[in-house]
């Protein structure tokens, strides 16, 4: 038997897809479930097929392949209503999808081509495809939100409510109103990711949110304090000051006596 698990957080859709996979034989369901609970039915239930959506509330599919490895990811149809990047990139790097709506046929043909490459040991790991994806994408698309994971849990973290972010070596703690979350990055590598039209780096250990900004006062020799909405008060730089300005009011700024924002 083929073990498949379904990923999807509507229950109708995963209703839908189960409905016609147990109609054959060689399949056995481990699992339906919503993106956040996916991870350890995953590695509890090792599935070799995995129906998978890609726009989910808390984990969309592409987090979840990245929460639990390329390398320990199974075959994957992905699926989406969203006939945009995602079916190009999937086309582009070989890799099955179901746009949604999708009638029978059309998935008992993606699980046919997900039983072939199950089977086919000789063609170019699964892995390797998902992970060129995954690179495509994330070179071209800001970060929408992190996978922090804790000892007894995993916390998904927007990346529009983190207030500021902090270099700590090799790890950036994550600032999110009076709590904080640690994420294996260096800042120069998590900057690359972010959205550039909200966040902006004011200091080399200090990344904030432009949209907590309120606002700011001059210091001594050129350096600034950013005031935030729940009172933070951040270093600016000197050398980072005039990008800051332009980003956060469109224009550089002249002068720079305390201004409120």
Not at 38 to 47: M, R
Not at 103 to 123: V, Y
Request: proline share 7%.
């Amino acid at each position: 038997m083929i073990r498949v698990l379904i990923v999807d957080d509507e229950p109708l859709a995963r209703d839908t897809l189960r409905i016609v996979l147990e109609t054959d034989p060689e399949i056995s369901i481990v699992g339906s479930c919503s993106g956040a609970d996916a991870p350890p039915i995953v590695a509890a239930t090792k599935p070799e097929i995995m129906f998978l959506d890609i726009e989910m509330p808390k984990l969309g599919g592409f987090e979840l392949v990245e929460t639990i490895g390329p390398a320990a990811v199974p075959v994957v149809v992905f699926v989406t209503a969203h006939a945009q990047y995602a079916v190009k990139a999937f086309e582009v790097h070989a890799l099955d999808y179901l746009l949604k709506p999708f009638d029978d046929r059309r998935l008992i043909d993606s699980l046919r081509r997900a039983k072939e490459r199950l089977r086919d040991r000789d063609g170019r790991p699964i892995e390797d495809r998902i992970l060129a994806m995954l690179e495509e994408r994330e070179a071209t698309t800001p970060v929408q939100r992190f996978v922090v994971r804790g000892r007894d849990n995993t916390v998904f973290v927007p990346a529009g409510d983190v207030d500021w972010f902090e270099a700590a070596d090799d790890y950036v703690e994550l600032h999110v109103g009076p709590t904080s979350h640690i994420v294996r990055e260096r800042l120069a590598d998590l900057e690359k990711r972010l959205d550039p039209k909200r966040f902006v780096r004011i200091h080399r250990s200090t990344i904030v949110n432009l949209d907590r900004v309120r606002a700011s006062r001059p210091m001594f020799r050129g350096d600034a304090i950013v005031v935030l909405a729940d009172g933070t008060e951040l270093r600016l730089s000197r050398s980072r000051r005039g990008e800051f300005q332009r980003r956060l009011t469109g224009s550089p700024h002249p002068g720079d006596s305390s201004n409120a924002l």
